[in-house]
């Protein structure tokens, strides 16, 4: 080995350091995480066994069980099996924990039971970061993103994918039985061992039909028409991809553009986002404290009713329409080539007619008022415009509101790139760390506890990038007293 960097003797007596701390630096981020969780208020938080039991065997202290959870999450370890082996082998977390060392089914009972309170330790991070004026004051962009659960697509049932079952497995036993009656009418040799292999294969097929028949009946049951067998809690939902999806989560956060800080986060089985704007926009304000907030999202959260809540709320909203015109798609005038004039309350048309108001119905819960003109029969450009004797245009009744966001969006069509670059990589982020494998856990309880973990890591190493390890420790501390 000459000419190398040759390394030492394993029988050679060395002087290590005298303690512990001599292997931490003081610029480690593990340091943040012990001032962090030592200056919680756990009891407040709702945790569990901070004042210890009078009788029975001693238990851990929750901070050191949390401690381990956060370390574990900045690093990418997550199972609570490999955090019992780094916390035997790990020197930052013999450090972190005082070389306790406890086993797994402690560590996991812990993120089982105190679910709630670590979603609470999660917010009051956001907290912090408000008093430590992280936050733009100004924009929050909301997005979702769909995470996959511990359920195998197999193990989860629809109607159409029984149906779908039921005719391949049809068509099986039909193949085997002509399979079957060819073997009888040949005779060849090794027909009846060949015979009996069909048979076999039939009767497993028709008990798998009997199971899916059994299915459809636990189908009807379910209010949403969907069951999954190894996480009851999770979905089948369509991904970005055509034909394709996953059965998972749908996991919905509010980043404010300032540093890409998460300030809310909320974990869903609901796969599409058309209900969920109202809902995280007021989130966002009450973890950032911002009354007079905006709001970016994509055209998945275009909804009339969630845009009109935020608007009396108070909270400004950027949401693009989505472009679902029957008409436009068939080469005819879509709705938004007819121009309202709300003086007159009309709409012209791009033949220059005037459609005026008809009636005003109710659809769908929500009431709308018909508009149209006598003069289609003679206009020269009708067939570019509808196929039936009128063209009829609808306006909701609060259609100001969604006209008054079109022109803010065409004011500032910046607003769609700004929230690209502000949502989307906290996404990318996260799913990175997590691996093939997203979610650890079933139950959307658990699910949501463990995103608050993954959360809560994003959101510390996004400050301890910002401010540098040791302001984080100074600004913690402070925020302590």
Known sequence: ??????????????????????????????????????????????????????????????????????????????????????????????????????????????????????????????????????????????????????????????????????????????????????????????????????????????????GLKEMEQRLRDAPDGQVSLTDPDARSMATSGRGTGIVGYNVQTAVDDKHHLIVAHEVTNVGNDRAQLSTMAEQARVATGIEDLTVVADRGYFKGEEILACEQAGITTYVPKPLTSNSKAEGRFGKQDFVYVPEKNEYRCPAGQSLIYRYTNLEAGLTTHAYWTSHCQQCPIKARCTNLSYRRVRRWEHEDVIDAMQRRLDREPERMRQRRQTVEHPFGTIKHWMGSTHFLTKTIGRVSTEMSLHVLAYNLKRVMRVLGITETMKAMRLAGA
């Open 1 to 210: 080995m000459k000419r190398f960097v040759e390394g030492e003797d394993r029988t050679q007596i060395t002087l290590l350091p005298e303690c512990l701390d001599d292997y931490v630096g003081e610029d480690n981020p593990v340091r943040v995480v012990e001032v962090f969780v030592d200056e919680l208020d756990l009891a407040g938080l709702g945790f569990e066994g901070v004042d210890p039991a009078a009788t029975g065997r001693p238990a851990y202290h929750p901070s050191v069980l949390l401690k381990i959870y956060i370390y574990g999450y900045l690093n990418r370890i997550q199972s609570s099996r490999r955090l019992e082996r780094e916390a035997q082998r790990n020197v930052e977390l013999m450090w972190l924990t005082q070389r306790l060392t406890p086993d797994f089914k402690t560590i996991a009972d812990f993120r089982r039971d105190n679910g709630r309170a670590i979603r609470n330790a999660c917010r009051q991070f956001v907290v912090l970061c408000r008093r430590l004026d992280l936050f733009s004051q100004s924009i929050v962009a909301i997005d979702g993103s769909k995470f996959k659960a511990v359920n195998n697509r197999d193990r989860n049932f629809t109607d159409a994918k029984i149906k779908r079952r039921m005719e391949q497995i049809e068509q099986s036993i039909e193949r085997y039985l002509a399979a079957m009656d060819t073997a009888d009418r040949t005779q060849s040799e090794g027909a009846e061992p060949k015979a009996a292999r069909l048979k076999d294969k039939i009767e497993k097929l028709r008990a798998q039909m009997q």
